[in-house]
């Protein structure tokens, strides 16, 4: 979203007649000479990305793995990088004055506010498996979705089911995709996934204005491009065949390879290998647990965790070309820019 | 009488709805509804699957207490399959359950509950020189609080993270709340109670250094789980093994998961649980709890004054099984009992031990549906984990529609959250809880205590002093819950050093095992087994009950802390903590009820693990009603 200032610039208004612009503005809307400063601030201040962010069935780790982050911190990304107006877990407002300031964060920024959904919706029992003020949170999603310029789904919940969409899917759960079709999704999967991974696609989002490319998953490329066996730090032991073959033995200690204790490294797409977790400080190979695949699909119900399997499907990734995600579009068409003008300078 | 709903609960865990029932004239709340508004079914998803899997499935119930539920689900296999796990495995386990103790009630203090507490608007009112000034009278005049937490390893010079307090860094923050509430954007603070008389009871000052700790800690907290990541791989969501842990000690081995540089990074982080715990927490839950105290708002006790519970958790060394009753010899934190009556003081308290054999005995722990939205062929009766029946009964809501509701029917069904109960009766569990249970059990003399318990105790009268009030009236209230959260997170992080030092003295000895593989293979399992897992969640005692037939898990049942907490009313009338917490505050302002917002905070609600579902021995999944089988979990 550009400042008003910039649209102004952009079509070319020297800044003497923005701000003549910006006088004759504020005696219209009857505000006095002295706001005449601040409505010039308000101009040139870019808003910060609206977000609104919904929990479905989850577990909140994904919130969690989030303000782990140590780059950039959570407080930073916050305060100053995004406008958290919705938040279960954090929003210091509840019921009907929550839901309130939702609809009118809707209103207001409709078609520029970013959709982050934790977690999913249980289609069962006609939605009512997951209650959010006294209505089906699927319908809560479908009707938060409408005006979102982008939709993040995080973690594995959201992007395709996870735990409680696992056999026998008790409560018909399903990944927000299946529910809403017409807006671009940004998938970022990982049970939870991690934290610089999480704040890195809002960075971007903050940053570039603009969704991350994402590949034929719809999975951001920077972070899911390559799989944990391609990045590990002990694939040097898998090349040279040196295995852990029993938890705690003599290749345990010496840090070897966990292939036959079944790591889903080779059929896993993440950043564990490389960025890790903790910003580098460590991940489950690292600690000396196999990977268990939970950025991929369907991973609860590839066999016993502890198993070497045959016949995990690998999506192809690498080959397909990748439809990226639409570009936003910058909220300047003239009638926008009055409008929006007053609300925001109204809006102290 | 008005009804206030709350839907959505906010500064929670998982989907809640609360109403009540406030008599306009007075204040008084006439009656109240907890319910629980999600379900998941994982108790169902883990049927058939391999035991050694469990606790991966399991921990994901819940990624705020994430390693507990894994924590209870690798006890729980291992009680099943005789499995004594490695001792360096065990003092590893307590380390990471430490951990999460002490960044779990410290997150829930700063970024859950403290908007209840303080006002982001009032500290914009603050004087910054007068709020370093504060800063620095509130270190000297209840920092000693930090000397009753013991460290056996000094290897900490001075502390790193000290609590700035020159007015340049609280304008600063100022500064920051004032530009983000003049951009009209006001984000997570937007909407809000914020002219509610109650954010008025503290002086802007304390609010100022309040929000600026909200931001500090926000930033600090990813480091108390450093543990976890360094052990388990990755937080949230550890890694854990059934028989012990994978992290491979070697002194020998470059690439060893744990070595002295490993163990370095752990303790560097062990000394910032302390110091966030002793410098930031504790003190600023002092400032706060004392004034209001002094106030007069002593209320919110509600359950807690009548009858408590706790299983008992930190075993010193390994165990030989849980319901065998050698768990309950190991523990060094001996708030394994039922505490009644407290409020009328610890000598005249009831005091009722519970051990192993309890968590088998198909009397004491029971959970009822009467009010909750499933059936039994029996609803007056309570049923055992290990005895349950899963029949998920939707019947909607009392005003309004199946999908729309006004309000809930407190006389009919109204919750996905079940009612267990100690012998037929409600029970509040949760480190208030804890605390009046061990506190009870050494007072009444009915225990040895550890040098856990005599810290528990010590934090108790030193909380008394401050306040100048007998235990029995400051801890049941809101407040008192509230600053039992705070002592307990002081106790994890003692608990952390104490079990580091273990670790560092048997590698010392030459002991570098972390897992017992003997019974890994399932060739070596009994044809059934039956076993049970319990630990004490941060919001509470944890159960978890197992039934394995041929390799595979046949039954698997979860009966967890905001379950008895969040729980629906019994059919005997009974009602659980929530509910009593609101009818025993005030509400000041009809349609802003603050008071019963913090008073449903202090409990720390976790509702994703709260709702769940149990199945009966090898009863089939076709009787269960379609819609995918609706378990809840």
Request: charge should be neutral; proline fraction near 6%.
């Amino acid at each position: 979203m550009e400042t008003f200032w910039e649209t102004f610039k952009r079509h070319g208004v020297s800044r003497r007649d923005f701000l003549r612009f910006a006088t004759a503005i504020t005696g219209l809307m009857g505000l006095s000479p002295s706001m005449i400063p601040e409505v010039v601030r308000a101009l040139e201040t870019k808003p910060r990305v609206p977000v609104l962010w919904i929990h479905g069935l989850e577990c909140t780790c994904c919130s969690e793995s989030f303000i782990r982050s140590a780059t950039p911190l959570a407080s930073d990304v916050l305060l100053s990088m995004i406008s958290l107006e919705y938040d279960d877990t954090l929003s210091a407002a509840a019921g009907d004055a929550i839901e309130r300031h939702r609809e009118e964060i809707m209103k207001k920024y409709w078609g520029n506010y970013i959709l982050a959904v934790e977690g999913n919706p249980p289609l069962g029992e006609d939605g009512m498996y997951c209650i959010i003020g006294g209505k089906p949170f699927l319908e809560n999603l479908k009707e938060t979705a409408k005006g979102a310029k982008a939709v993040i789904a995080w973690g594995s919940c959201a992007s395709w089911g996870c735990v409680q969409a696992a056999k026998p899917n008790p409560t018909t759960a399903v990944p927000i995709h299946k529910v809403i079709t017409d807006k671009p999704i940004i998938k970022v999967p990982g049970c939870p996934p991690i934290a610089e991974v999480m704040t890195g696609v809002i960075m971007h989002l903050a940053l570039f204005d603009s969704i991350p490319p994402l590949d034929s998953q719809g999975r951001p490329k920077q972070f899911y491009g390559n799989r944990i066996h391609d990045t590990c730090y002990r694939r040097a032991f898998f090349n040279a065949g040196q295995f852990v073959e029993r938890f705690d033995d003599d290749g345990a200690k010496k840090g070897w390879c966990l292939y036959k204790v079944g790591c889903r490294g080779p059929t896993t797409y993440n950043s564990c290998g490389n960025i890790r977790w903790y910003n580098g400080l460590s991940y489950p190979i690292q600690a000396g647990h196999g990977c268990i695949g939970c950025a991929e699909e369907n991973f609860w119900d590839n066999g016993p965790f502890y198993e070497r399997l045959t016949n995990i499907p690998v999506p192809k990734v690498e080959a397909s070309p990748d439809k990226v995600g639409a570009t936003l579009a910058a909220a300047a068409a003239a009638g926008a820019v009055a409008h929006g003008l007053l609300s925001k300078v109204r809006n102290k | 009488m008005a009804r206030v709903v709350v839907d959505p609960v906010t500064r929670i865990e998982g989907h809640l709805r609360i109403e009540i029932i406030v008599d306009e004239k007075t204040g008084k709340v006439v009656d109240a509804l907890s319910s629980g508004t999600m379900w998941r079914g994982i108790e169902l998803i883990l049927r058939g699957r391999d035991p050694r899997d469990a606790w991966a499935f399991a921990q994901r119930i819940c990624g705020v207490c994430t390693s507990i539920h894994a924590l209870a689900s690798v006890r729980c296999i291992e009680d099943a399959l005789d499995i004594q796990i490695p001792k360096n495995a065990n003092y590893i386990r307590n380390i990471m359950h430490g951990s999460l103790q002490v960044h779990d009630h410290l997150v829930h203090f700063y970024h859950l509950h403290a908007l209840d507490w303080v006002s982001p608007v009032e500290a914009l009112k603050a004087d910054p020189v007068q709020t370093a000034v504060l800063q620095n009278q509130l270190l000297e005049k209840y920092g000693a609080i930090g000397d009753l937490l013991p460290d056996p390893i000094g290897h900490r010079a001075y502390p790193k993270k000290f609590p700035k307090a020159t007015p340049g860094y609280f304008r600063a923050f100022q500064e920051k709340i004032k530009k983000i509430v003049e951009s009209g954007q006001l984000g997570i603070f937007a909407a809000h109670w914020w002219d509610h008389p109650d954010y008025k009871l503290l002086p802007p000052e304390v609010h100022l250094m309040a929000v600026a700790h909200y931001l500090n800690m926000l930033d600090v907290q990813r480091e108390l789980f450093i543990p976890q990541v360094v052990f388990g791989g990755k937080n949230p969501h550890p890694h854990y093994l059934v028989g012990g842990m994978t992290c491979s000690i070697s002194l020998n081995d470059m690439n060893a998961p744990i070595n002295t540089e490993r163990l370095a990074v752990v303790e560097d982080s062990i000394y910032t649980q302390v110091e966030a715990v002793n410098l930031f927490y504790l003190v600023d839950l002092l400032a706060i709890g004392h004034i209001y105290v002094q106030k007069g708002q002593t209320y919110g006790g509600g359950l807690a004054k009548k009858r408590v519970i706790g299983y008992g958790e930190f075993p010193d060394e390994p165990y030989k099984g849980i319901k065998t009753g050698d768990y309950h010899t190991k523990i060094l934190y001996h708030c394994n009992g039922v505490v009644e009556d407290f409020a009328e003081g610890v000598e005249k308290a009831k005091y009722y031990p519970l051990v192993g054999k309890d968590f088998a005995d198909p009397n004491v722990i029971q959970e009822f549906v009467a009010h909750s939205w499933y059936k039994y062929p029996d609803e007056s009766k309570g049923l055992h984990p290990w005895d349950g029946i899963t029949e998920p009964h939707y019947t909607g809501p009392k005003e309004g529609t199946k999908t729309n509701w006004k309000y809930l029917d407190e006389k009919g069904k109204y919750s996905w959250i079940k009612s267990p109960r100690w012998r037929g009766k409600p029970c509040e569990m949760g480190p208030l809880a804890r605390y009046i249970v061990t506190y009870t059990a050494v007072k009444q003399g009915h225990i040895k205590p550890s040098w856990m318990d005599e810290m528990v105790v010590r934090q108790i009268d030193f909380v008394s002093k401050v306040l100048e009030l007998p235990p029995h009236v400051w801890l049941p209230t809101t407040v008192g819950r509230t600053a039992a959260r705070g002592l307990e997170a002081q106790l994890g992080a003692a608990a952390n050093l104490y079990f580091l030092k273990k670790l560092y003295d048997n590698i010392k000895a030459g002991d570098t095992s972390v897992a017992n593989m003997e019974k890994w293979d399932p060739s070596t399992w009994l044809k059934e087994a039956k076993g049970v897992g319990i630990t004490e969640a941060p919001r509470g005692a944890l159960g978890h009950w197992v039934i394995i037939k041929d390799g595979k898990i046949a039954n698997y049942q979860c009966v967890v802390p905001t379950t008895w907490n969040g729980g629906a009313r019994d059919p005997m009338g009974g009602q659980g903590a929530f509910e009593e917490c609101m009818k025993d505050s005030p509400v000041k302002v009809i349609d802003k009820p603050l008071e019963a917002l913090r008073g449903i905070h202090s409990f720390d609600p976790c509702l994703a693990c709260s709702t769940h579902v149990y199945d009966t021995e090898g009863r089939e999944i076709v009787e269960v009603k379609v819609q995918g089988a609706q378990a809840c979990y």
